[in-house]
Protein backbone atom coordinates (compact mmCIF):
# COMPACT_ATOMS: atom_id res chain seq x y z
CA UNK A 1 0.00 0.00 0.00
CA UNK A 2 1.28 3.69 -0.85
CA UNK A 3 2.55 5.83 1.94
CA UNK A 4 -0.40 9.14 2.34
CA UNK A 5 0.90 12.30 2.89
CA UNK A 6 -0.03 13.37 6.33
CA UNK A 7 -0.53 17.04 5.03
CA UNK A 8 -2.93 16.16 2.15
CA UNK A 9 -3.50 12.56 3.04
CA UNK A 10 -3.00 11.93 -0.73
CA UNK A 11 -1.02 8.92 -1.92
CA UNK A 12 3.04 9.88 -2.59
CA UNK A 13 4.09 8.82 -5.62
CA UNK A 14 7.24 5.80 -5.77
CA UNK A 15 8.93 7.64 -7.71
CA UNK A 16 9.25 10.82 -5.77
CA UNK A 17 12.63 12.82 -5.78
CA UNK A 18 14.39 13.14 -2.49
CA UNK A 19 14.76 16.49 -3.36
CA UNK A 20 12.82 19.34 -5.19
CA UNK A 21 14.08 22.26 -7.15
CA UNK A 22 11.73 24.98 -8.37
CA UNK A 23 12.37 28.32 -9.69
CA UNK A 24 10.36 31.42 -6.89
CA UNK A 25 10.98 35.06 -7.74
CA UNK A 26 13.71 34.41 -10.11
CA UNK A 27 15.76 32.49 -7.33
CA UNK A 28 16.72 28.82 -7.78
CA UNK A 29 15.58 26.76 -4.84
CA UNK A 30 16.25 23.43 -3.50
CA UNK A 31 14.58 22.05 -0.91
CA UNK A 32 14.83 18.20 0.87
CA UNK A 33 11.51 16.18 1.04
CA UNK A 34 10.83 14.93 3.90
CA UNK A 35 9.85 11.02 3.73
CA UNK A 36 6.05 11.69 4.64
CA UNK A 37 5.27 14.55 2.62
CA UNK A 38 4.19 14.32 -1.09
CA UNK A 39 6.12 16.40 -3.97
CA UNK A 40 3.28 18.92 -3.88
CA UNK A 41 3.08 19.59 0.03
CA UNK A 42 6.97 20.27 0.29
CA UNK A 43 6.69 22.67 -2.11
CA UNK A 44 3.92 24.55 -0.64
CA UNK A 45 5.92 24.47 2.24
CA UNK A 46 9.14 25.54 1.08
CA UNK A 47 7.37 28.40 -0.26
CA UNK A 48 6.14 29.20 3.24
CA UNK A 49 9.92 29.86 3.77
CA UNK A 50 9.43 32.94 1.64
CA UNK A 51 6.67 35.18 3.49
CA UNK A 52 8.91 36.54 5.73
CA UNK A 53 7.93 40.63 5.42
CA UNK A 54 11.94 41.60 5.06
CA UNK A 55 12.62 38.72 2.16
CA UNK A 56 11.98 41.22 -0.45
CA UNK A 57 14.33 43.84 1.22
CA UNK A 58 16.91 41.24 1.49
CA UNK A 59 17.06 38.95 -0.85
CA UNK A 60 17.26 39.21 -4.76
CA UNK A 61 17.92 37.49 -7.59
CA UNK A 62 21.46 37.40 -9.99
CA UNK A 63 20.69 36.52 -13.67
CA UNK A 64 21.36 33.06 -13.06
CA UNK A 65 18.90 32.56 -10.47
CA UNK A 66 21.33 32.67 -7.36
CA UNK A 67 20.68 34.46 -4.27
CA UNK A 68 22.23 38.01 -4.05
CA UNK A 69 22.02 38.92 -0.32
CA UNK A 70 22.37 42.91 1.38
CA UNK A 71 24.42 41.68 4.14
CA UNK A 72 24.33 44.76 6.04
CA UNK A 73 20.09 45.00 5.77
CA UNK A 74 20.35 41.50 7.06
CA UNK A 75 22.69 42.20 9.90
CA UNK A 76 20.25 45.25 11.01
CA UNK A 77 17.80 43.31 11.44
CA UNK A 78 15.68 41.64 14.89
CA UNK A 79 16.74 38.56 15.33
CA UNK A 80 14.06 36.91 15.52
CA UNK A 81 13.42 38.83 11.24
CA UNK A 82 17.03 36.79 10.58
CA UNK A 83 15.79 33.65 12.09
CA UNK A 84 12.70 33.94 9.73
CA UNK A 85 14.98 34.64 6.98
CA UNK A 86 17.28 31.58 7.57
CA UNK A 87 15.09 28.65 6.72
CA UNK A 88 15.22 30.14 3.11
CA UNK A 89 18.96 30.84 3.00
CA UNK A 90 18.90 26.83 3.50
CA UNK A 91 16.80 26.32 0.29
CA UNK A 92 18.59 28.95 -1.58
CA UNK A 93 22.24 26.99 -0.55
CA UNK A 94 23.48 30.16 0.92
CA UNK A 95 24.06 28.33 4.84
CA UNK A 96 24.35 24.70 5.13
CA UNK A 97 25.20 22.60 8.78
CA UNK A 98 28.29 21.67 9.41
CA UNK A 99 29.50 18.32 7.27
CA UNK A 100 26.57 18.54 5.03
CA UNK A 101 29.16 19.21 2.25
CA UNK A 102 32.71 19.16 1.27
CA UNK A 103 33.64 22.73 1.68
CA UNK A 104 32.24 25.17 3.57
CA UNK A 105 33.30 28.51 5.43
CA UNK A 106 32.73 30.39 8.82
CA UNK A 107 33.36 33.80 9.98
CA UNK A 108 35.54 33.38 13.04
CA UNK A 109 37.53 34.48 15.46
CA UNK A 110 40.62 32.37 16.16
CA UNK A 111 38.68 28.95 16.87
CA UNK A 112 35.57 30.92 17.91
CA UNK A 113 33.16 30.58 15.10
CA UNK A 114 31.20 34.26 14.70
CA UNK A 115 28.61 32.53 12.18
CA UNK A 116 24.44 32.79 12.84
CA UNK A 117 22.99 29.95 15.04
CA UNK A 118 20.31 28.28 16.19
CA UNK A 119 19.32 25.50 18.83
CA UNK A 120 19.77 23.01 16.24
CA UNK A 121 23.59 24.28 15.15
CA UNK A 122 25.27 27.19 13.73
CA UNK A 123 25.09 27.93 9.96
CA UNK A 124 28.02 28.02 8.10
CA UNK A 125 28.54 29.69 4.30
CA UNK A 126 28.30 27.72 1.21
CA UNK A 127 29.79 30.46 -0.65
CA UNK A 128 33.17 32.17 0.37
CA UNK A 129 31.76 36.01 -0.89
CA UNK A 130 29.05 35.82 1.16
CA UNK A 131 30.92 34.71 4.59
CA UNK A 132 33.38 37.69 3.34
CA UNK A 133 30.62 40.31 3.13
CA UNK A 134 28.47 39.18 6.14
CA UNK A 135 31.77 39.47 8.10
CA UNK A 136 32.11 42.99 6.54
CA UNK A 137 28.74 44.23 7.76
CA UNK A 138 28.56 42.69 11.09
CA UNK A 139 31.99 43.12 12.12
CA UNK A 140 33.37 46.18 10.68
CA UNK A 141 33.59 47.96 13.66
CA UNK A 142 35.12 45.46 15.80
CA UNK A 143 37.95 45.39 18.07
CA UNK A 144 39.63 42.13 17.48
CA UNK A 145 40.69 40.13 14.27
CA UNK A 146 38.19 38.56 12.97
CA UNK A 147 38.52 36.38 9.35
CA UNK A 148 36.87 33.75 6.97
CA UNK A 149 37.94 29.80 7.32
CA UNK A 150 37.25 27.54 4.45
CA UNK A 151 36.23 24.04 6.56
CA UNK A 152 36.42 20.60 4.71
CA UNK A 153 35.12 17.56 6.06
CA UNK A 154 37.49 15.01 7.36
CA UNK A 155 37.80 11.67 4.75
CA UNK A 156 37.65 8.31 6.41
CA UNK A 157 40.16 5.52 4.93
CA UNK A 158 36.87 4.58 2.98
CA UNK A 159 37.03 7.90 0.90
Not at 114 to 133: K, M, T, W
Amino acid sequence: MAQKCVSCKKAIPADSPPELDFVHKGLLVKVERFENYCPTCTKKDALGKFSSPCFDEVISADASGLAVIDWVKYVSLREEARRGLSSAFFALNVFCFEGSRDAYYDVSQGNLTLCESSPVGVYYFVREHDAIAYMHARYSRAMYAVHVRRLHLIKSKRD
